[in-house]
């Protein structure tokens, strides 16, 4: 009781100095921060081609589409759904008690392969049992006669939580297996490495720290790199965005401690080295990220791709920023809405999600929002 009470004391004192140095998902961007004025004047000057598709959502973390209609998680325990500007939001019943504090509760969605037939989604949520903290991948249905989204079945738990760095983002690849991103679960020490709960990164037993790949029953992929593991990659801090090219290469976002952040391209089994390395520091069997911010914050979350490049929703950065992969080219492509939580493309459209609601942001009167912006505009704009 003692240690939980002033666990949650130290980490309300670190929210108020700006996630105590490790920026996380962080708080309001500097000005150091709203880079790219160019930029940001043309998507203003070309607010016609914007299209609010939906807003007044509640702390929304996971865009996944389904025909044109859009299912948003909210980590307050609700999806809204919104269709042709029809908006509904619907309860989720959880078999454990939700974890809303800091960064946690209701996360990562992808609706299942057959979805138009089965109504069913793959959802990332942490709870709490007793004083501790998990994250866990579900299957829930949609129930249209209660209209309400019920648990029904446990896929993997006991991922190690905590207030922040939890992960979240789950994501079904092109080889039709479920991709889960978990963090460190390491909020007061990540930054040192010198702690047992930093070092779970790098612990093959631990779920914490890792790009997971799990069959859409749950069980382990018998081509998965470690024999008898869930783990896909590891070394991990807080990664909450994944995504594959039209290539098929794997991408992912990754939270940094105090700026670098990065986006790595992930291979099955590799190491990506934290807490051991960061920005270009270099260790033998570990990899480098493809791009980091190196002094800059990005806070990244959702990412996705556009033919061979990429996507990335900015936090902190307040904004979309968009990665050619060839060119090296990196653009902050949309500023002027705050934080953003996720990125999706949808054929010829980019749809980003706001996330000012969650106490870390200034929401204006319609946010949170879904954005629908041509890609036109914005790969033009970027070249
Ligand atoms: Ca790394």
Not at 2 to 18: A, P, S
Not at 26 to 32: F, R, S
Not at 144 to 157: G, K, N
């Amino acid at each position: 009781m003692w240690k939980t009470r002033n666990f949650v004391l130290m980490m309300m004192l670190c929210f108020m100095l700006v996630g105590c140095g490790s920026n996380d998902e962080g708080d309001q961007a500097t000005e150091d921060n709203n880079m790219n004025d160019e930029t940001s004047e043309d998507v203003q000057n070309s607010s016609d081609e914007l299209e609010i598709l939906g807003g007044n959502l509640q702390a929304p973390w996971a865009i996944a589409e389904n025909n044109g209609v859009f299912y948003i998680t909210e980590r307050d325990g609700s999806v809204t759904v919104i269709d042709d500007g029809e908006e509904q939001r619907y309860d989720v019943q959880l078999e454990d008690e939700l974890y809303t504090e800091g960064e946690a509760g209701l996360l990562g969605l992808a609706l299942d392969p057959q979805f138009e037939d089965n109504q069913q989604a793959y959802m990332y949520y942490t709870y709490a049992v007793g004083d501790d903290i998990f994250n866990k991948v579900v299957v829930s249905t949609y129930q249209d006669d209660e209209q309400v989204w019920v648990e029904e079945e446990t896929l993997l738990d006991e991922i190690p939580g905590l207030m922040i760095h939890n992960g979240g983002r789950i994501k079904i690849g092109p080889d039709d297996h479920l991709y889960v991103t978990t963090g460190d679960a390491d909020s007061l020490y990540g930054q040192s490495g010198e702690t047992d709960g930093a070092i779970i990164a790098q612990d093959l037993d631990s779920l914490a720290g890792k790009i997971l790949r799990l069959e859409l029953d749950g069980s382990i992929p018998e081509d998965n790199p470690f024999n008898d593991s869930y783990v896909y990659s590891y070394g991990h801090r807080n990664p909450q965005g994944i995504t594959w090219t039209e290539d098929g290469d794997m991408y992912s976002s990754e939270h940094g401690p105090t700026a670098h952040d990065e986006i790595n391209a992930i291979e099955a089994g590799a190491n990506y080295g934290w807490p051991l390395i960061k920005g270009d520091e270099e260790e033998d069997g570990m990899q480098l990220p493809v791009i980091h911010s190196g002094d800059d914050t990005w806070a990244p979350s959702g990412i996705a791709s556009y033919q061979n490049d990429l996507f990335f929703a900015g936090l902190r950065g307040e904004g979309v920023y968009y990665y050619d992969i060839e060119t090296e080219d990196l653009q902050q492509v949309v500023t002027d809405y705050g934080r953003v939580r996720d990125v999706y493309v949808l054929e010829d459209s980019l749809i980003f999600l706001t996330n000012n609601t969650d106490g870390r942001g200034n929401p204006s009167d319609n946010d949170d929002q879904l954005i629908k912006i041509p890609l036109q505009h914005l790969t033009n704009e970027a070249q």
